[in-house]
């Protein structure tokens, strides 16, 4: 069974600092996908970045890059410069096998950035 | 383009009542899916519909039911409701039902159940 982890509840971040938030997944499926999704306080899911498993580059969007580390099955969200409206909950998400129908979410990390 | 919409956007009822939530995919979206967030946790899976047919569900139980229209258009029922039915329910649209499939989400309909 697939599984998202993300072991860090909430972050703070000075405003114009980097940020990494972690993420850690399991499948034996060789075929899958990596999202991670803000939700600010709205409740709306905005995508960010998406990494394909067969994707030999670390995606970037941005100020967001995908730190993808295949072997250890680890897909860390990097933040660059970071901005007052940043602050929001963070998910990663993953999809798998055939049609990919479905996302598997991790529990999520609160990001505060401070002035 | 237009996003999604979802209505209503809060409701309350109360256990063993009844609930359609209504969803407006993406222009140019033809699959939603839709997904429960209880309080302090990422959502889950409930079920996906791609040409007006469940295409994929998860583990929810059959009260929970859903319905796609030509238009794309999508509702979640949920009969006898329970306490833990309480939880913002997202509806998603996507372009095409494999691949990447990257999900654009509604703001979601936050249902109370007293």
């Known amino acids: 069974a697939q599984k998202i982890t993300q072991t860090q509840p909430g972050m703070f971040v000075q405003e114009k600092e980097a940020v990494t938030l972690d993420c850690t997944y399991d499948?034996?499926?060789?075929?899958?996908?990596l999202f991670w999704y803000k939700q600010p306080s709205s409740g709306e899911m905005i995508f960010l970045i998406y990494?394909?498993?067969?994707?030999?580059q670390n995606a970037t969007e941005g100020r967001y890059s995908l730190n993808f580390q295949k072997a250890r099955k680890s897909a860390n969200l990097v933040i660059s410069a970071s901005q007052l409206g940043d602050s929001a909950m963070y998910f990663c998400?993953?999809?798998?096998?055939?049609?990919?129908?479905?996302?598997?979410f991790g529990s999520g990390t609160r990001l505060q950035v401070q002035p | 383009e237009t996003g999604v919409t979802q209505s209503p956007t809060h409701l309350i009822k109360t256990r063993g009542q009844q609930v359609t939530l209504r969803c407006s995919s993406q222009?140019?979206?033809?699959?939603v899916s839709w997904y429960q967030q209880a309080l302090g946790q990422g959502p889950q899976f409930i079920f996906q519909?791609?040409?007006?047919?469940?295409?994929g569900r998860g583990n929810f139980p059959p009260r929970f039911s859903g319905l796609q229209f030509p238009n794309y258009s999508s509702e979640l029922n949920v009969n006898a409701l329970e306490l833990d039915d309480s939880a913002l329910y997202l509806c998603?649209?996507?372009?095409?039902?494999?691949?990447?499939?990257?999900?654009?989400f509604g703001a979601g309909s936050r249902l109370t159940v007293l």
């Open positions: 998603a649209s996507s372009p095409r039902m494999s691949g990447a499939n990257v999900l654009t």
């Open positions: 499948t034996s499926d060789p075929s899958y996908g």
């Open positions: 990494q394909g498993s067969y994707d030999q």
């Open positions: 998400a993953m999809s798998q096998g055939a049609g990919r129908r479905a996302l598997t």
């Open positions: 222009s140019g979206h033809n699959t």
């Open positions: 519909y791609y040409r007006e047919e469940e295409n």
